[in-house]
C-alpha cells in the first residue's frame, strides 16, 4: 500500500461545477494534512491545511478530514479554468521525522 | 514572509560533472529542509532530510555518495548532484517548516538536465 494515495485523474469538470479530490494515508498517527496545487513546470503551493477532523472552509475551497477512515478531500465550488491544475495530497509523517509526503496527484482540468 | 530561495532554477550539464544546488530560508531559521526530486508527470518524492549541523537522512534507494548535502547554517542548504548523468534529468525543490507557517514552505524548483 501506498504511504499516501491518490485518484491520478485527469479529472475534468465543466467551469462551475464542484471539483472533489480525495485522498487516503497509511499511517494512522499522522496528524498534519495538506492540499497544494502544482502548475506545470512550477513549484507547488499551499492551498488548504487541516489538522481536525471535520471540515475546513477557506473560500471556494473545502477540505474534509476522517482520521478513522484515513482519508482527506478537497472540494472546490464553482470551479475555475484557473482552477486546472495538478492537485497534490501531502501527510506529515509525525513518527517519521516530521517527513511530508506526497501522493501522486491529479491532474483537474476545468473545461468553460 | 517564510521564503525560501532555490537557485539555480534551471542548469544544463555535462554527463559526468557536479551541480549544486541552494536552498536559502531568507526570513527565518530552518533547522530542517526536505529535498524533493520529480519527474515528468510524477509526484514529489522525498530524498533526504537536512539537518542543520549533522549528518542528512537519506531515503531508501537514495545514494548518499551521489546526491551530497550540506546543511551548514540555519539558513542554507545544499544538494550537489556529483557525476551526474542523463537519468539524473529532473526537477528538484527543497523545502521548509516555518514556525511561523501553518505548512510547508517550497523553493522555487530547480530544473536540472544532464546532456
Known amino acids: 500500500q501506498k504511504e499516501v494515495e491518490q485518484n491520478s485523474g485527469p479529472l475534468s469538470v465543466p467551469e462551475g461545477a464542484i471539483a472533489s479530490l480525495n485522498c487516503t494515508y497509511s499511517?494512522?498517527?499522522?496528524?498534519?494534512f495538506f492540499w497544494y496545487r502544482q502548475y506545470s513546470g512550477k513549484s507547488p503551493e499551499l492551498i488548504m491545511s487541516?489538522?481536525?477532523?471535520g471540515d475546513k472552509e477557506d473560500g471556494r475551497f473545502t477540505a474534509q478530514l476522517n482520521k478513522a477512515s484515513q482519508y482527506v478531500s478537497l472540494l472546490i465550488r464553482d470551479s475555475q479554468p484557473s482552477d486546472s491544475a495538478t492537485y497534490l495530497c501531502a501527510v506529515n509523517f509525525y513518527n517519521q521525522g516530521g517527513k511530508l509526503i506526497f501522493g501522486q496527484g491529479t491532474e483537474l482540468s476545468v473545461k468553460p | 514572509g517564510a521564503v525560501v530561495s532555490q537557485h539555480p532554477s534551471r542548469v544544463i550539464c555535462k554527463s559526468g560533472t557536479s551541480v549544486k544546488i541552494e536552498c536559502r530560508s531568507l526570513?527565518?531559521?530552518?533547522?530542517?529542509m526536505f529535498w524533493y526530486r520529480q519527474f515528468p508527470k510524477q509526484s514529489l518524492m522525498l530524498m533526504a532530510t537536512?539537518?542543520?549541523?549533522?549528518?542528512?537522512?537519506?531515503e531508501q534507494g537514495v545514494e548518499k555518495d551521489k546526491f551530497l548535502i550540506n546543511h551548514a547554517s540555519l539558513t542554507l542548504s545544499t544538494l550537489t548532484v556529483t557525476s551526474a548523468h542523463p537519468e539524473d534529468s529532473s526537477f528538484y525543490i527543497c523545502?521548509?517548516?516555518?514556525?511561523?507557517?501553518?505548512?510547508?514552505?517550497f523553493g522555487s524548483g530547480t530544473r536540472l538536465t544532464v546532456v
Open positions: 487541516i489538522y481536525s477532523n
Open positions: 537536512s539537518n542543520e549541523g549533522s549528518k542528512a537522512t537519506y
Open positions: 523545502s521548509a517548516r516555518p514556525k511561523e507557517v501553518g505548512g510547508y514552505t
Open positions: 526570513d527565518f531559521q530552518a533547522t530542517t
Open positions: 499511517d494512522r498517527g499522522s496528524q498534519s
